[in-house]
């Protein structure tokens, strides 16, 4: 099975929604993120149990278990460039089969890869990402699904709703009524669940700026 999942480090991930599959004793995941979280939070916990086969991402980043299992051989990893990987599934959940870019042409990233010449320059062929499922986190639903974030809880949790054949959503509220269109950041057309949580509010990295004084 593959999993499409939201967030940005420990930014916007759908934590409870990870930990769900992590009880639920899936193994052999493909898992299509911007990252695998940190050691012991969002999907560094699938990590911890061997549940993932394969990951398709931009960064190994801060999660030590992550890396190690990558030099031991024992998790498949793709990279892919963190411009391609959001276009990627932005095609994915717009039914674009593919899309060329210059992105990585010349690297090892184009191994394999079918390419072409547009205006006498070289581009490589990339894939669109559908998932069979995909986990999102929001700060507000609507009872159609509509979605809305929160800064920059944002990030890649827009493109992974629409590219999973299956959507589900944690949000942090419902609100009453509906949300205004101006503030529909996710169609409900491409939400199919979401269940209201507790945000766990994890700081990834915490950084003090000197007082003004002292500077």
Do not use: W
Not at 5 to 14: K, Q, Y
Not at 81 to 91: F, K, V
Request: with cysteine; charged share 20%.
């Amino acid at each position: 099975m593959t999993i499409a999942v939201g967030g940005f480090g420990l930014c916007g991930i759908p934590q409870a929604l990870i930990e769900a599959v992590r009880d639920s004793g899936v193994r052999d995941l493909t898992v299509v993120s911007n990252n695998l979280g940190v050691d012991g939070k969002g999907l560094g916990l699938l990590l911890e149990g061997n549940r993932i086969a394969k990951v398709i991402a931009s960064y190994v980043g801060e999660n030590k278990l992550f890396a190690a299992q990558y030099l031991d051989g024992l998790l498949d990893v793709e990279f892919c460039p963190q411009g391609t990987l959001a276009e990627r599934m932005r095609a994915g959940g717009a039914g674009i089969a593919g899309f060329y870019t210059r992105t990585g042409v010349g690297t090892p990233v184009a191994e394999g890869k079918a390419t072409a010449v547009f205006d006498d320059k070289q581009y490589i062929l990339e894939r669109g990402i559908v998932a069979d499922l995909s986990l999102v986190h929001a700060k507000t639903a609507d009872a159609e699904g509509n979605l809305r974030y929160r800064l920059t809880a944002r990030n890649f949790n827009p493109l992974v709703a629409t590219c999973g054949r299956v959507c589900v959503a944690e949000v942090e509220e419902v609100a009453d009524g509906f949300l205004h269109p101006d503030d529909v950041m996710t169609p409900g057309i491409y939400v199919d669940r979401f269940v209201e949580v507790t945000a766990p509010g994890f700081i990834e990295q915490r950084v003090i700026r000197p007082h003004p004084a002292e500077v």
